[in-house]
């Protein structure tokens, strides 16, 4: 079992920026298949990038449309964790942030309703005003 642990949330103005962190102990993240979720006021939770990389790999990674060019997900294989670079930030970026992770082979395709990650850190809050 992996455990999650979130940081680097706040409140910034629009067009700021910030870098979350997701933290993994219990286990190598390198088995898992690593996402940032979202969850703003009123709304379902949603996908924003996964990673995925095995022993000899780079990494394979994807971003959702909403935040491509802005977001970038990373990993530090050595520290065990995982990152959120969020740039150009603007009020409807406003959420808790999540960092989940499922034990697989590669990604899943789909991140929808949070399926099928298994594991969840308590979550960050992002507050970005205009």
């Known amino acids: 079992q992996v455990q999650l642990v979130e940081s680097g949330g706040g409140s910034v103005q629009a067009g700021g920026a910030l870098r979350l962190s997701c933290v993994a102990s219990?286990?190598?993240?390198?088995?898992?298949?690593m996402a940032w979720f979202r969850q703003g006021p009123g709304k379902e939770r949603e996908g924003l990038a996964t990673f995925y990389r095995s022993s000899g790999f780079k990494g394979v990674l994807s971003h959702a449309d909403s935040v491509k060019g802005r977001f970038t997900i990373s990993q530090d294989k050595i520290k065990n964790t995982l990152y959120l670079q969020m740039n150009s930030l603007g009020p409807e970026d406003t959420a808790m942030y999540y960092c989940?992770?499922?034990?697989?082979?590669?990604?899943?395709?789909?991140?929808?309703?949070?399926?099928?990650?298994?594991?969840w850190g308590q979550g960050t809050q992002v507050t970005v005003s205009s």
């Open positions: 989940a992770a499922v034990e697989a082979q590669s990604c899943p395709s789909s991140t929808e309703g949070g399926e099928p990650y298994t594991y």
């Open positions: 219990g286990d190598n993240i390198r088995r898992y298949c």
